[in-house]
């Protein structure tokens, strides 16, 4: 098991210490907080898990080697950035309003998986969400999978590429967002790579 990078441990405890602030408030000052304050609300549910602490909590969900795509760790490491390898293969996650495709908002295209190139999104269930990661309502028909993933004693569903199983991140659902489907695919950008001509 690999222990969390100094700054790791750092950017999950201030960002814990951030989005409890707000917990504690009183509903009058509450209504006076402005939209991009109470993103930071959201922060936590989709914030960088540690990894030692996670595993006293979690659960086990589908193994990683059972896809259609088979490759051993050592293969995955040789193809994949250490920062790519770390966050699909062991399941981290990007410092939010860092990533590539953060503020990216093509018309057309399509995002695949960084690991093993399968169509995930289209660039039309992209949306604005504020929440520091690149957010989708919706994912192509069967390429992601879900999993139960109760870190930290909480349940949130892992989304993982269908094909190679590589994690993408999170879907959160019930936010209020005006999508069609009102959920939240709250996706790494090192999880994936954009092809602008390609169609899915």
């Not at 998986?113 to 289209?122: D, I």
């Not at 109760?150 to 590589?166: D, N, P």
């Not at 967002?177 to 999880?191: A, F, I, L, Q």
Request: with cysteine; aromatic share 10%; proline share 8%.
């Amino acid at each position: 098991m690999r222990f969390p990078s100094l700054p790791t441990l750092l950017r999950t405890i201030t960002l814990t210490n951030i989005t409890t602030s707000f917990t504690h408030l009183r509903p009058s000052t509450f209504n006076q907080i402005s939209r991009p304050s109470i993103r930071n609300t959201t922060l936590l549910r989709s914030m960088p898990t540690i990894p030692f602490l996670s595993s006293l909590f979690s659960t086990t969900s589908k193994d990683m080697t059972d896809y259609p795509l088979k490759k051993s760790e050592d293969e995955w490491q040789a193809v994949l950035s250490p920062e790519q390898f770390r966050v699909i293969r062991e399941k981290g996650t990007e410092a939010p309003y860092t990533g590539e495709f953060d503020k990216h908002m093509p018309s057309d295209g399509v995002y695949t998986c960084a690991a093993c190139q399968a169509p995930l999104y289209r660039a039309t269930h992209k949306f604005k969400s504020g929440c520091g990661w690149p957010a989708y309502f919706d994912s192509i028909p069967g390429a992601v999978t879900r999993h139960t993933d109760r870190t930290f004693g909480m349940a949130r569903t892992e989304i993982t590429c269908s094909q190679c199983g590589g994690h993408l991140g999170h879907v959160f659902k019930g936010e209020g967002y005006p999508t069609p489907t009102d959920e939240r695919h709250c996706v790494n950008s090192v999880s994936l790579k954009f092809a602008k001509d390609e169609k899915a």
